[in-house]
């Protein structure tokens, strides 16, 4: 891939990227991942489910959450992609070294049903009319200058075709998101329902539907409202959604106007130059993150078949990759990495059961 000249204060990211990435509050890296990672991680994915991938009648979820066995340092699994998260951020010293700084085999997988694959394309929902439109914040008090979640990435496991379950990004959804948030300098707190960030989508225009190919990434505004497809294909759309998480809150006053690519996308649609009268009036507050639970409840029925799988060939316990299976060091190490010492939110409880999106 051949990049447009680099504006001086970015390493990484051409000009139009950089554009781009203000004007829609999403970028995409294509051919980024590095093969092996999805050779490897890819390999027992169907061990790991359960699912026989030649007889769609085993696929017993539309959609499905896997837990972790492996993460990798962002930078060594798409490197391209990587610099130029680092450029949208503002540099690699303003992004949290630790909270998901690794890139896993957490796997989404959308499977689609046969009665979506039957049905006539004029009749798929309306993007706009897709329930579940939403920013990933579940483990923190939002506000306006939160950066817990400053982006969300979308990373292609397989091709993801028209039709084939790609996450829809709403593009001019942002504004009202950000209007929202300076409205509310007392934060919101998880869990947010639709009408907390999301309830202008349906009257929004500006819509993009996710279409891949395996190795691709993509790089979304953390307040960029998106939602899930419909997979009318009948096949398994895999991604990752990790995200990328800053060490302090974004500066929406800064003198000297060296705003990041991240601080730009708000302030431009607040329609202003800096924000200097925003406060948050209440105490920032972390969680752990209420989505999680039920994904780690499948990890052991994941390892006895990942150990099973591995006796058939005549191997053992040590031969399977997980980081389960590598000590406590290696488990208390995820666990710090990923939200997963801070204090439970009694006030929402913690999902054990798969949600819809
Ligand atoms: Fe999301």
């Not at 000009?15 to 590095?34: D, Y």
């Not at 084939?164 to 998880?190: A, R």
């Not at 994904?295 to 150990?307: A, S």
Request: aromatic share 10%; glycine share 8%; proline share 6%.
């Amino acid at each position: 891939m051949t990049d447009a000249p680099r504006h001086g204060r970015y390493e990484n990211l051409a000009l139009s990227e950089a554009e781009h990435f203000l004007e829609h509050g999403w970028l995409k890296v294509p051919n980024t991942i590095e093969p092996e990672y999805i050779t490897s991680w890819m390999s027992d994915l169907w061990v790991r489910l359960g699912f026989d991938p030649e007889d769609k009648s085993t696929w017993t979820s539309e959609y499905y959450h896997m837990p972790h066995h492996r993460q990798v340092r962002a930078e060594l699994v798409a490197p391209r992609a990587w610099g130029k998260i680092v450029d949208i951020c503002g540099g690699e010293q303003r992004i949290d070294p630790e909270r998901e700084r690794w890139i896993g085999d957490n796997f989404i997988i959308n499977f689609g049903t046969q009665e979506r694959a039957q049905s006539d394309p004029t009749d798929d929902v309306p993007l706009h009319d897709k329930e579940g439109f939403h920013c990933d914040n579940d483990w923190y008090r939002m506000f306006l200058d939160s950066s817990s979640t400053a982006l969300t990435l979308v990373y292609c496991f397989t091709d993801i075709p028209p039709r084939g379950g790609g996450t829809i990004l709403c593009e001019d959804g942002i504004e009202g998101v950000v209007k929202h948030l300076y409205d509310h300098p007392e934060g919101l707190d998880p869990p947010h329902e639709l009408e907390d960030l999301c309830t202008h989508v349906k009257t929004c225009k500006r819509f993009t539907t996710v279409e891949a190919k395996k190795g691709d990434v993509f790089i979304l505004h953390g307040l960029l409202p998106h939602s899930n497809n419909y997979n009318y294909l009948h096949y398994a759309r895999v991604i990752t959604n990790p995200h990328v998480n800053l060490r302090e809150p974004y500066n929406l006053n800064r003198p000297d106007g060296d705003y990041s690519l991240l601080e730009q996308v708000i302030l431009r649609n607040l329609g202003r130059d800096s924000i200097p009268e925003f406060k948050p009036t209440r105490e920032r507050k972390f969680w752990y993150s209420r989505n999680i639970t039920f994904k780690l409840n499948r990890v052991e029925g994941e390892l006895e078949r990942m150990i099973a799988a591995a006796k058939a060939r005549g191997l053992g316990p040590k031969d399977v990759d997980s980081l389960y299976l590598r000590g406590e060091e290696a488990v208390e190490e995820f666990k710090r990495t990923n939200g997963l010492l801070l204090p439970v939110n009694e006030a929402t409880g913690l999902h054990t059961e798969q949600h819809p999106a």
